[in-house]
Structure formats: structure tokens, C-alpha cells
């Protein structure tokens, strides 16, 4: 026992017991589904604490910023302590937090700005542009193709030849165009003072490679670093882990090989695999209990993954009393039946007195969710989707951000265009020529623009259509630019608003009044922010390619249930969760079933794993026997093969339709 008094002996079993107390060092626990990981991981931070450990010598990396909140808040009641010291959140969050403190470093400053998917697509555009490519003749690869080219590349470490003659073997001609367009890209980010997210964590383990000083400095404050999640880290995730933890050598990593889903990003599950060959003397700790699923839900899991032949074989055990019934397998008729069903349980699970909250559909793609989402609203019963747009992806969101980050980094062309093409008039060479006037100002590279700027902003050259919004613009950006330094960033949002963007909403949209609530909803999100930075990073991030299900407006209300695709559930749990569209070709995918890659088969079927060990008491597994929207043009639909692999026995078939509810 610490000072705090927790017993830890009665929170944890003995293997987590060990975990969590033992001494300094490399330690790797490697567990199934629902074993309790991440609650050792949390009373592995709570028991440092509780020895005396200073909160700001600990890195606790997790799969999303609202998984570190969540856990820490849950240390905070453990130990209570002040914890802002400590820093946790997802790699890039913690490399974004890094890099803005030595930006200058490495030849960008530190208001860079963060260009997520859209973002860059559109400074991929003008960089293949620029470069001036024939791609009349051929088909030459697109934005977001390029983008996932480069990703690749840049999170596995492989060469980007080697990238295209595996992956993208199509393009193989335009090799040396494609390298061109690599090479222009990253010039192209640091003239316009702007990182992806690759950049995010390349950039930061470039940074503390090649600076000693940093290096050491960061290695000596991180005494103990903590992982979760570790099955789905790439390999420049890993290298940044290793860099840090080389002085104290104290690292605790804690995953499941068999919920590793993140291949197509670059995620090594050699990582976990090899742990103890790169960590000399590492402690493997393996926890054979399940918490969280009755033993029903349990024996069907460990049958579903029992057939992927490249899995560390482990047989979890519940801790549970047998739940009231077997998982159901549900045929429907087709997918409007099988939104039938989903919306129809759920009310009788409610009225049951099941809470909406621990409810969850899961799905393998987003637009599988299509069908529900339109009958949950029919019915209204409240949901929130944690797949697709995100709150802070949507076009008006992004606008108005637009309008900061260019007052912030002024170098910023992604933002300055979308700026412009708001504008009535404005197309893109239109806005090509604002760009080039703006840059030919100088200002990019001043501390600060004149007083007054907005002068020479009249001067500029501007459709007619659009004269008076460029006004209206000049005036906006002044006042914004010249109040920067004092202005919070919910009055600038303000400013925006009122000024000018409330006119482009109007001009620009159909659904004028649900995007200028949005607008209002991100000023009062921007009220808890007094640095326009950090608000512009939170921003970035939570679109971030790490599935961060925070900041969506939905989340304001608990009450609601939800839709979520699965690699978005990693981690999570709920007492009923339905899993939707088990069909041969949507789960497992068509293309990987034609393909015929067994690497990505198994990989599908981890992801089935980690669908179905989200559930806690109860599990529908439901699949449409008719599509009549099919691709493939197959209207009949064969039941997923992953059902196939579950015993019979294990699942009880229930048969709905015929109007009988
Ligand atoms: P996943 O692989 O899905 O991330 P996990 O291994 O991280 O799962 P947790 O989420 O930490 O598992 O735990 C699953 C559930 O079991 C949680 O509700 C947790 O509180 C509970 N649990 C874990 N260990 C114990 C324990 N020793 N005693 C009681 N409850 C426990
Ligand atoms: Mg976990």
C-alpha cells in the first residue's frame, strides 16, 4: 500500500498486481480483450504517484486524447493531486506539443499550422500543379492517393519505390514524377509553415535524432513511460518510444496482438511480437481473466479468432456469472429490416432499463450506419456518430478556422485560399492571384503586418462580384491581426462571424441555421481556451487520423446512443452492443476476399474479434439476406464467414420479420 491507501491487492488480480508494482524497467503485457490493460496501465500511473514520483516525469501515451483524460481523471480519484504537469495523449498530440516548443529547430515556427486530410489534398493539388506533370496521357495517381503514398512511406520506413511497386504497382511508370511530387510536397509544407500529421511524428523523431541538447533533455524528463494500445504502433512510433526511454530505460506497454487493426497505417504488430528481443530483460506479464463480457459473449470470441493462424494463442477465462443469453445471430430480410430491428431493440432494451449510453451499433464502414442513422432519427431515439464527418471536419468549421489560422501563420496558402474561395467570384485562379499579391506583401515573413493593413488589402485586385466581401474581408483580418495578441479565441470567432462569415453561410449554404448554431457551438467550445494556439492545435487533432471521437457536439449530451465503426471502438465497452452488415463482402471486405491476401484476411477477422469483445452482457450479430443495392450486383447475401468459424452452439438464431414487431 502507498500513501494514498489504495489496496491495490483488492482492485487488481495478481498478474496486474505484479504489473503495476513492479520495480522500474521494460514491461510488456500482452492480454486478450477485456483483461483489464488499460486498468493496469491506470494503476500503474496511480501506484508511481502513490510512491512519490513527480507527475511531470510521466508519458502516458493512449490511442486517443479523451482515452488519457479518461484515464487520468480516474488516477485523480485514486490519488488525489494536481496532474497538469503529467503529459498524456496520442503520439501526435504529444509530438504536436514537442514540436511546437522547438519548431524553430527544424526551420518552421512555432504557430505552424496543422493541415489535416482536406487540407492536404488541396496543397497536394497545387503542388502536382506546380510541378507541372503531363497527366493528360496517363492517369496519373490522385491527391489523396499521393497522400497515402507518402503516409506510407513516412510511417513504415519503406522506401517510396518499394511503396509503389508493392502497393500501388498501377502507377509504377510514374515513379519518377511521384518522387518529384514527394520532394516538391515537403518544400511546398515548410513555405507554408505547415505540418500533416505525418509530420506530427516524423518531425519530432527527426527533431530529437539530430538535436542532442533536446534529446537528452526529454530523455531525462520522461522516467517513465507508459503505452496502450501498443499492437497498433508503426514503426516511427516505436523509434520515437525507444529514443525516449534510452536513458531510464523504464517503459510499460500494455496490448493484444489480437486486436491489431491498424496494418493499412503503417501498425507493426512486430512490435509487440519482437518486444522482448529489443528490450533486453523485459518482464512479460499476461493476464488470463476476463472482466468484462459474461462467459457466453467470451466463449464466442475466443472461437472467432481460434482460426487466425498468426496469433499468439490465448484462452481468456470470465470472471462472470453466465449471462442471460447466448449472443443472438439475427437474419433480416434486407437492410431496411435490419434498421428495423437495431432501432426496435434498442427501445425494448430501454424500456428494459438499459441505458442508451451503454449501447452501441458497430459497423465495419461508415456508410454501413446509413440505414440506422435514418431510422433512430425517424423514431428519435438521440445517437452520436463517432464515424465520418467529425464536428470539427465540417466545411463551416473549417472556414472559420481558416480565418484564425491565416491571422496566426500568415504563410498559411491552404487557409488564405479557402479564405478567398468563399468569396462570390472567387475560383481557384482567382485565388491563385490573391495568393501571389498577398505573398508579394511581405507580411508572411513579419513579426507583425502594418497598422492598418487593410489599405493595401483594397488594393488587390478582386472580381467585382466580390468587392464588397473582400471589404469586409480587409477589415475583419485587420481587426483580427491587430487584436491577436489580447483577443480570446472565442471573440475572434466572433469577430469572423459577425463580420463577414455569417454573409458566406448565408450566400454559401443551404441549411443556413444548423451551421450558424455549429459556429455558436464552437465559440462557447472556445471559450476554455485563452491561447488561440493550443485552440487551433485542439482543433487540428481531434480530426486526427487517430480516430479522436472528442469535441463532436453530440457529446454534450450522454444521453444518446452509439453508432461508431470499429476501429473507432478499440478500447471501449458497452452492455449491448449490435454488430450490423455481417455479410460475405461487406465484413470481411469484398476486395480483400477476391484478393485473397491471407495477411489481410486475418486482419479482418481481428477486427471482428475486437467488434464483439466490446460487449459486455449482450451481443446481436445481424446480417441482411437481401441487398438490393448491391455493388457487386449479388442481391442475395451470404452470412459472413466469421459466423461460419463461431459454433453453432455458442449463438442462438433469432428469427424477426413478418411485421411480429
Ligand atoms: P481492451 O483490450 O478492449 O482494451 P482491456 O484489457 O484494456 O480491454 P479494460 O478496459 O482495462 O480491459 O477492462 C475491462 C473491464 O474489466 C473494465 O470495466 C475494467 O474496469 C474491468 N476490470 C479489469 N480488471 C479488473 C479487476 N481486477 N477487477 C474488477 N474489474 C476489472
Ligand atoms: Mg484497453
Redesign the pocket.
Known sequence: KGTSGIDYKA???EE?YAAVTSPPGAALVI??????????LTYRVAYLLDQGVDPKDILLLTFTNKASREMLERVKELVPQDLSTLWGGTFHSIGNRILRRHADEIGFTRSFSILDRDDQKSLMNTVVAECEIDTKTRRFPKADVLASMFSMMRNTGETLEEIIEIRYPYFEEWGEEIARVEQRYAEKKHEVNSMDFDDLLVLTLELLQKNEELRHLYQKRFRYVLVD?FQDTNHVQSALIELLVERHKSLMV?G?DA?SIYSWRGADMENILGFPDRFEGAKVFKIETN??SVPEILDLSNSAIRANTRQFHKTLRS?REAGSAPPALVPVEDPTTQAQFVAQRILELRDEGVELEEMAVLYRAHHQSLEVQMELTNRGIPFQVTSGLRFFEQAHIKDVAAFIRLVVNRKDEVSFKRMALMLPGVGAKGADKLWAAWRKTGWGEMEKPPEKFSDKLLEFSVPKKAASHWEQLAYVLDELVNNGDFARPSEMIYSILEGIYDEVLQANFENYDNRRADVEQLMSYAETFDDIEEFLAQLSLMGSVDGEPTGKKEEIDPEQITLSSIHQA??L?YKVVFVIWLTDGMFPNGRIIESGDEGQMEEERRLFYVAI??AKDELYLIYPQINPRSYTGDVIQRPSRFLEDCPDEMMEEWRVGGGGW
Do not use: F, M, P
Request: charged share 30%.
Open positions: 482492485a487488481l488480480n496486474q492480454a486478450g480483450a477485456g483483461s483489464g490493460k488499460t486498468r493496469t494500445e500494455v493484444d486486436q472482466y468484462r470472471s478499440k478500447g465497452e469483445t466490446r
